[in-house]
């Protein structure tokens, strides 16, 4: 640890889950990361390759400032160690799912710790949410199957005391949000239960439960962080640019909502004849099979100064460094019953990559071809010329990951495709 004209910073290694390195942190020198998502239990090896984010801020990749590699010399057969620490490199680095070869150990940007104010408010429409986020720059917000409505969870830096009351409001919300909550849909998603229920309980139950308005002040490790690893789930995540927020969201609405119930109309706004369902057969299939069950979360990322996290610039030259907004779609089926979400992962996963330019979290189901992306990262090739230097017998690939960044897969190159 050290700091230096950038500011402080410190070397991890790679296998430290981020709560200890959190903890560590703050007992040795009152410092902090400079951005948490839902959990803490990752690696920080795991987290940078996957590009893991929070709210507010960019995704962690952003701030790592160096990467020490073992790499494979195919030669020699002997293990080789490489600091990676500038240029193109070091953001091939920052987010490389393991294909540049073993992390050993990554220097991380860190800050002093800091209070984090947090508030529930509903919202109904998207852009009143988006509005606050001046106010509220690291909030996140839920929207609200079935209801279609927003619950923000408003949250700013502050210099005001902490809140007395700080360990009742996480009580609050570890017993309401992240036990409750999760109880109740466990319960009403068994099959014995008609999906009205579902709906019913997001229109009337779940959105009462929030405490509006009541304001929290407490460390930022203990605001930013909640119990999502309590209950077995599995998750996708679409990134859109925030220009394209508002079609997403409607769209996503749409499609839930032909999806929940063959005989509910769609509510969303749609007026523009591009953004109608794709009519292809397996979609149609799902029509009435899968209500969603969990409330959908949106958050924004900042643009990443890297080359294939989530968050990096996109080709938009109007304004390649365009916030990003990260949508979570949740699921807590279990085995045969998972097989609808699972069926809608891929639709969902083409019809935004095709319509909205969104990219998949290389963390969670991820759903999309080799060839989709390079049409939404520019810089692929870049990553794929780079990975191939520090790997060329692609030790450190596998089935999946060869596909993503096996040259003759990306062709055209994303330079040479046309803009959307
Ligand atoms: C309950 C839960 C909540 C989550 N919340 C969020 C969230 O809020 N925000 C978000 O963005 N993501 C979130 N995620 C996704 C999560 O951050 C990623 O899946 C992350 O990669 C998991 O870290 P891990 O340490 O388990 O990594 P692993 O799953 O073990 O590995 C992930 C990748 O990193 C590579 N890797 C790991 N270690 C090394 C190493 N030493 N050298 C080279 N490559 C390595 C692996 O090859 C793999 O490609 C969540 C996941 C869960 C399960």
Redesign the pocket.
Known sequence: MGTNQDGHYAEVG??CQIKHLVHELRESRQWTLPSL???T???I???I??????SGKH?LSHYVRSVRLATYDADTGQAVTTVVDAGDELRAARCS??TLG??LSVTLEVRDTYLVEEQFRHYSKLEDVLATESTFPLQQFYLVPWKWTFVAQQRRETNRKPSRLAWLYHLYRLIVFDVLMHLLILLITRPLFPSACTRCAFKWVIPACVIPQWPIVADSSKQLVMQ??LFHHIEMELFVQRSKLQDATDYLINALTTMGSPHVKSKSNLQRPELKLNPAPAFAQLQGQYCHHYPICIRKVECDDTLISMSCASDDASNPKESWYSITLTNLHRGIHRESFMKMMPILTHEFSTKFNART?W??LFGMSGSQLASVYPKLQKFITIRQSFDPTERFSNGWTKDCFTDDKNLPRSTTLPKK
């Open positions: 790679s296998g998502g839902f959990i239990e990752q690696t090896a795991g987290a390759s996957t590009g893991t984010h929070g995704s799912l393991g073993v992390i999502h690893e979290h963390g969670k």
